[in-house]
């Protein structure tokens, strides 16, 4: 996941500015601290970048796959706990709780989902990409239906493709618009 941040970050420093001509960007990277991911072995830091133009120095923080806005709920996290969270019963939230030590209760959980849908579904980024989807992906039962689509279960690589096709709503910018 690291290595597709720094792909993602690079697509985005050779684009340069955008806004002054001139602009060329440098590193300045956040720190972040994870929440509900203990086991984090560093404090991540998101790449992001700063104009270097006098009177601009504008930021810029690249798509990700291990970041939400100013969240680091891990890509994972995020993704995948809705998903099980699907008909879900008490006693296999507090299971996967203990296999993957993560601090998370069943209002946590629930309201992740609710996210789903309702930001997420109502998202310009959703509007666009569902409508490419052949055979459609059922959005009552998001985010499990993504998971299926993209066949994480089957093999592990797809769920770094499901975290690219979401990178897009993870810079701060975009993820503005899908927060409360
Ligand atoms: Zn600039």
Do not use: N
Not at 19 to 42: I, M
Not at 108 to 120: M, N, P, S, Y
Not at 145 to 153: G, P, Q, R, V, Y
């Amino acid at each position: 996941m690291e290595k597709v941040d720094a792909d993602l970050a690079e697509a985005q420093r050779v684009e340069g500015c955008g806004v002054c001509p001139e602009g060329k960007l440098h590193r300045a990277d956040y720190k972040r601290k994870p929440r509900g991911v203990p086991s984090w072995p560093d404090e991540p830091k998101r790449i992001s970048f700063c104009c270097d133009q006098e009177g601009c120095r504008r930021r810029h923080t690249p798509p990700s796959v291990r970041f939400l806005g100013r969240r680091v709920y891990g890509g994972v996290v995020a993704v995948l706990f809705p998903a099980m969270v699907y008909g879900l019963t008490p006693k296999r939230i507090e299971r996967l709780r203990q296999a993957l030590g993560l601090k998370v209760d069943r209002r946590t959980l629930a309201r992740w989902r609710q996210w789903w849908l309702g930001l997420f579904v109502q998202s310009p980024f959703w509007k666009e990409a569902h409508a490419r989807f052949m055979p459609p992906v059922c959005q009552g039962s998001l985010p499990l239906s993504l998971c299926l689509k993209f066949e994480i279960a089957e093999r592990r690589d797809r769920l770094l493709e499901l975290f690219k096709f979401l990178s897009p709503i993870t810079t701060p910018q975009a993820w503005k618009a899908l927060v409360m």
